[in-house]
């Protein structure tokens, strides 16, 4: 629309990092088309295959935005970083173990 301010992160082409923690992603960006893409990034020093953390407020939020929501995954970070995004929903592109659970007296 002629003389509308484009969106944070829309025509620029700058991505806008996430200010409101916890929010479940680290960028919220838009794509050319201006739709809009939550992008958590997972950096790791170790191979392709080497296991990251993914806390709740990250997978709730994937869950609630499957068709907004990316995870992009760096890796041998020091060693000419290499990166691909996570196959989408998360349960198809990774195995997730369970690691903590919340324990209440009776």
């Not at 916890?22 to 939550?38: K, N, Q």
């Given at each position: 629309m002629p003389g509308r301010p484009p969106?944070?992160?829309?025509?620029?082409?700058?991505?806008?990092?996430?200010?409101?923690?916890?929010?479940?992603?680290?960028?919220?960006?838009?794509?050319?088309?201006?739709?809009?893409?939550?992008?958590?990034?997972?950096?790791?020093?170790?191979?392709?295959?080497?296991?990251?953390?993914l806390p709740r407020t990250q997978y709730e939020v994937a869950a609630q935005n499957p068709s907004t929501y990316r995870v992009r995954r760096v890796f041998h970070f020091q060693n000419g970083a290499e990166m691909f995004d996570i196959k989408r929903p998360l349960d198809a592109g990774l195995r997730l173990i369970p690691d903590k659970y919340l324990a209440v007296p009776r």
């Amino acid at each position: 629309m002629p003389g509308r301010p484009p969106r944070p992160g829309q025509g620029d082409g700058l991505a806008r990092r996430s200010r409101r923690r916890p929010s479940g992603y680290d960028i919220r960006s838009f794509e050319p088309g201006g739709e809009e893409r939550f992008l958590e990034i997972k950096t790791t020093n170790g191979h392709a295959r080497t296991r990251f953390w993914l806390p709740r407020t990250q997978y709730e939020v994937a869950a609630q935005n499957p068709s907004t929501y990316r995870v992009r995954r760096v890796f041998h970070f020091q060693n000419g970083a290499e990166m691909f995004d996570i196959k989408r929903p998360l349960d198809a592109g990774l195995r997730l173990i369970p690691d903590k659970y919340l324990a209440v007296p009776r």
